[in-house]
């Protein structure tokens, strides 16, 4: 595999559900990033991960909890969510600052 | 204020004309200036960064940047209806934190 992998690529859950998205990165870059996308709003960066620590928390309500246990992985822990945290959740990683190379997303659909 | 500003679009060109694609922010202090394209259904992908004032080359894409007026612009010459995308302007101004605009939808008609 190459590039920047995302599962699952579609979601739906109801508000009182646990799920998780994934995120896999092989092109051995330091940095992991969660951005979220909805319809008529500029992508908004959730979190910043450099060589697995936190750097950025762009005051991302708590029921959205990410976790990078290395490099390579990122994942997006969601639970009690709202309908309007539908959107397209997007994984990127970098080597150098802003030269992000995106995932294909995972569409979320809260009922 | 928004932090980066774009016109939303439609921008419609016709093909073999020079699309301009245009870009406004709010913080002085931003260091390095980047534009992403995404086409729909798909993920956003770096095409140009520039960090110095001035013009910056590559291909048929030519990013313009002015930090006086806190301008970014990125021209691409000879537009093909494979150009037909939203392009996104993206800011950063310290650590990783990368600011994005709306986009701008461009649309190259045959």
């Known amino acids: 595999e190459t590039g920047v992998t995302q599962t699952p690529r579609h979601l739906v859950m109801g508000m009182t559900n646990k799920k998780s998205l994934k995120c896999e990165q092989h092109?051995?870059?330091?940095?992991m990033y969660w951005y979220k996308q909805s319809a008529k709003k500029p992508l908004e960066l959730m979190f910043v991960?450099?060589?697995?620590?936190?750097?950025e928390n762009n005051s991302v309500p708590s029921r959205f909890s990410p976790e990078c246990p290395n490099s390579s992985h990122l994942f997006l822990h969601l639970h009690t969510l709202q309908p309007e945290d539908s959107a397209l959740y997007l994984c990127?990683?970098?080597?150098?600052?802003?030269?992000?190379?995106f995932g294909e997303g995972s569409r979320l659909t809260v009922l | 204020q928004k932090e980066v500003e774009q016109n939303s679009g439609p921008l419609s060109v016709p093909e073999g004309a020079i699309a301009s694609l245009n870009c406004t922010y709010s913080?002085?202090?931003?260091?390095?200036f980047f534009w992403y394209r995404q086409y729909s259904g798909k993920s956003p992908e770096l095409i140009m960064f520039?960090?110095?004032?001035g013009d910056k080359e590559d291909g048929r894409f030519t990013a313009q940047l002015n930090k006086a007026s806190q301008y970014v612009s990125l021209l691409i010459r000879d537009s093909q209806p494979s150009d037909s995308a939203t392009y996104l302007c993206?800011?950063?101004?310290?650590?990783?934190?990368?600011?994005f605009g709306g986009g701008t939808r461009l649309m190259v008609k045959p």
């Open positions: 993206a800011v950063n101004r310290a650590g990783n934190m990368l600011t």
């Open positions: 991960y450099n060589f697995k620590e936190q750097t």
């Open positions: 990127a990683s970098s080597q150098e600052v802003g030269e992000l190379f």
């Open positions: 092109l051995g870059h330091n940095a």
């Open positions: 913080d002085r202090g931003s260091q390095s």
């Open positions: 520039i960090y110095s004032n």
